[in-house]
């Protein structure tokens, strides 16, 4: 079973900032939370990831609540291209069998 | 820089053929290595997964099987394909820094 859940679908305006809820509850203290996102028919693609500490690259910002047991990754000002299922996954260096949920398919609406 | 290879990116198979799909990485060295199915519309399911040549994992009972002759090589077979086994199938890879890296993946349609 995966060890993370989203919402399996969230709509958001072109231009406003799309903020994708992620809840993994029973997170261990060696595992990091992973983001990705896919196209259509392409393979994942890595985002972001972050262990305690909010993250921000040129992509996206991961913010993780104190606890570990949430994280929102924030794209800031979406656009159509970033129409993808979003993954939020937990990985550690001991996890090996990585297991994927369902993530939530964002649609950016003009 | 590392990178991943999966091919062939589509293929048409008839039911009861075999199947190979390989999966090669470079750039680095002993990775953690995985196959995924994805059907349409739903996420990734885990397949397969190896830690090291020869060690193979299998999370879902099926008619699919595993090899790992080398360290960067993957390889996902089948005996006889079933209707059933249509569907994207991605390799990955995951190095001790714990970041997943994946291919472009496979589009299977079994007829």
């Known amino acids: 079973d995966a060890k993370t859940t989203q919402p399996t679908s969230m709509d958001c305006a072109e231009g406003r900032a799309a903020n994708l809820p992620c809840n993994h509850s029973?997170?261990?203290?060696?595992?990091?939370v992973y983001w990705y996102r896919q196209i259509h028919s392409q393979g994942p693609q890595y985002i972001i990831h972050?262990?305690?500490?909010?993250e921000t690259n040129e992509m996206a910002s991961l913010i993780i609540t104190e606890d570990r047991k949430s994280s929102t990754l924030i794209l800031p000002h979406a656009t159509l291209r970033d129409t993808a299922v979003y993954y939020c996954?937990?990985?550690?260096?001991?996890?090996?069998?990585?297991?994927w949920g369902a993530g939530t398919k964002l649609i950016i609406k003009p | 820089s590392q990178t991943i290879h999966q091919w062939p990116a589509t293929l048409v198979q008839p039911v009861g053929s075999p199947l190979s799909l390989e999966c090669t990485v470079e750039?680095?060295?002993?990775?953690?290595l995985y196959w995924y199915r994805q059907a349409a519309g739903r996420g990734l399911q885990l397949l397969f997964y190896?830690?090291?040549?020869?060690?193979i994992s299998s999370e879902v009972p099926q008619n699919l099987s595993a090899s790992r002759p080398q360290d960067r090589q993957f390889i996902l077979s089948s005996k006889k394909l079933l209707l059933s086994d249509s569907g994207f199938y991605l390799c990955?890879?995951?190095?001790?820094?714990?970041?997943?890296?994946f291919g472009q993946g496979t589009r299977l349609t079994v007829v």
């Open positions: 996954i937990v990985i550690s260096n001991s996890n090996y069998q990585l297991i």
């Open positions: 972050g262990l305690k500490n909010n």
């Open positions: 190896s830690v090291g040549i020869g060690q």
């Open positions: 990955a890879w995951m190095d001790t820094n714990t970041e997943a890296f």
């Open positions: 750039g680095t060295s002993n990775p953690n």
């Open positions: 029973t997170i261990s203290g060696n595992e990091y």
